[in-house]
């Protein structure tokens, strides 16, 4: 009887695939922040590699929070194999930019996944999330806020190196 215990998990097989899929994406942003953050640290953008190096480390936390939810919830919580991480970028804009894809795509997947939760009654999997969505809310306004930089005050020259010394680690 206590073996059989031990088996059941308290997290439906559905969610449990499609938050490993989500320590995947989370694995995957937090190494495209390193390479951002290394392509600032090329160019001199020094408080947005700083920036990036934060986002990253942020990013391997949310990663290790699903991981141990699921296997505190009984279940098979999977190690994320990360490949084809874009290095190359012509902008500190553009970095912005893919920032904030990113961040609008890992919204999209953590939404998908409560919806599914809600679906099944996995009430356990719709709670954990609920920080999980105004995080999400937080990083895409960052994001976004960064780039009305670039709006009002230019996209070259000594305009870069102000929004640069603009941008904080939180």
């Known amino acids: 009887m206590k073996d059989i215990a031990r088996q059941q998990m308290s997290i439906k097989v559905e969610s449990?695939?499609?938050?490993?899929a989500q320590i995947q994406?989370?694995?995957?942003a937090?190494?495209?922040?390193?390479?951002?953050?290394?392509?600032?640290?090329?160019?001199?953008?020094?408080?947005?590699?700083?920036f990036f190096y934060h986002q990253a480390g942020e990013e391997r936390e949310?990663?290790?929070k699903i991981f141990k939810f699921i296997n505190d919830c009984g279940g098979n919580a999977i190690s994320p194999e990360i490949t084809k991480i874009n290095h190359d970028f012509s902008s500190l804009e553009e970095i912005f930019e893919t920032a904030l894809s990113q961040e609008v795509e890992?919204?999209?997947?953590?939404?998908k996944i409560v919806a599914a939760a809600k679906k099944h009654n996995d009430y356990a999997v719709e709670?954990?999330?609920?920080?999980?969505?105004?995080?999400?809310?937080?990083e895409e306004k960052t994001m976004r806020d960064i780039l009305d930089l670039f709006e009002v005050m230019g996209r070259d020259g000594i305009?870069?190196?102000?929004?640069d010394e603009r941008i904080t680690v939180e």
């Open 106 to 111: 890992v919204t999209r997947s953590i939404n």
């Open 127 to 138: 709670n954990f999330l609920q920080w999980f969505i105004k995080e999400q809310l937080e």
């Open 16 to 20: 449990m695939d499609m938050l490993n």
């Open 25 to 28: 994406m989370e694995g995957k």
């Open 30 to 50: 937090s190494a495209s922040y390193l390479a951002m953050a290394s392509w600032c640290d090329q160019h001199a953008y020094l408080q947005s590699a700083d």
């Open 62 to 64: 949310h990663m290790m």
């Open 159 to 163: 305009a870069l190196k102000l929004i």
